[in-house]
């Protein structure tokens, strides 16, 4: 089926250090998939961070990157240096044409950042 | 600037209590969805809609209803609430199902006891 799995949290980084949050897929009922990272802070709802329709690109957002690799059928989220303001959930999704709109959610990974 | 909003953001209800979760988009979507998130699950969708009048099954449906009045409109009813229920709920819109942006509401934190 098609499924989302990402880094277990909490995961803990000091401010100004590099980050990396795993996102693997599997789509075996989506030809094309569609990539997403989604984030929500304390107290709001998710929004999207930044997304990728096309295999080999790459999406970058608020210092934020994420490269849609086919091969690996990975999305992964990096960052060269987290600042405290970047503590939140971070939710990597799978959709696409054919999956009627719905999209699937991994579990969330939350990050938090100290000063 | 487009809004999905949802009311109560806070309920605490009985065992075999009556919910109805509010959802109000400005977005001029066609799509609206109904998630509910719990630790150790991430989101799972509840329900959603193409449309005013229309209603799809989402992959946890049990225990829910759900109405799409208008196109702005979207309800969420536990007729018989259970302490299972007790989650943080989310509504969203999208324009379409091609590129799948959703656009989420606040959360509605529902206890059941």
């Known amino acids: 089926g098609d499924s989302v799995t990402q880094t277990e949290g909490p995961v803990t980084v000091s401010e100004s250090e590099s980050l990396i949050i795993n996102c693997t897929y599997s789509a075996t009922s989506i030809a094309y998939p569609n990539l997403f990272w989604y984030v929500r802070y304390p107290g709001e709802g998710l929004q999207l961070l930044l997304k990728?329709?096309?295999?080999?690109q790459k999406g970058s957002s608020r210092g934020f990157e994420a490269t849609y690799n086919k091969e690996t059928t990975s999305f992964h989220l990096q960052k060269a240096s987290v600042q405290e303001s970047d503590s939140a959930v971070y939710y990597c999704?799978?959709?696409?044409?054919?999956?009627?709109?719905?999209?699937?959610f991994g579990l969330g990974t939350t990050l938090q950042v100290q000063p | 600037e487009a809004a999905v909003t949802q009311s109560p953001r806070n309920k605490v209800t009985v065992t075999g209590g009556n919910v109805t979760l509010s959802c109000r988009q400005t977005?001029?979507?066609?799509?609206m969805y109904w998630y509910r998130q719990d630790t150790g699950h991430g989101l799972r969708l509840i329900h959603y809609s193409y449309g005013a009048g229309n209603l799809q099954i989402g992959d946890v449906p049990d225990g829910y209803k759900a109405t799409r009045t208008t196109q702005e409109d979207f309800f969420l009813l536990l007729e018989l609430a259970s302490p299972s229920q007790t989650s943080l709920y989310f509504c969203?819109?999208?324009?379409?199902?091609?590129?799948?942006?959703?656009?989420f509401g606040e959360g509605s934190r529902l206890i059941v006891v």
């Open positions: 969203a819109s999208s324009e379409s199902h091609s590129g799948n942006t959703l656009y």
């Open positions: 977005n001029s979507h066609n799509y």
């Open positions: 999704a799978l959709g696409g044409a054919g999956n009627t709109g719905k999209l699937i």
């Open positions: 990728v329709i096309t295999a080999g």
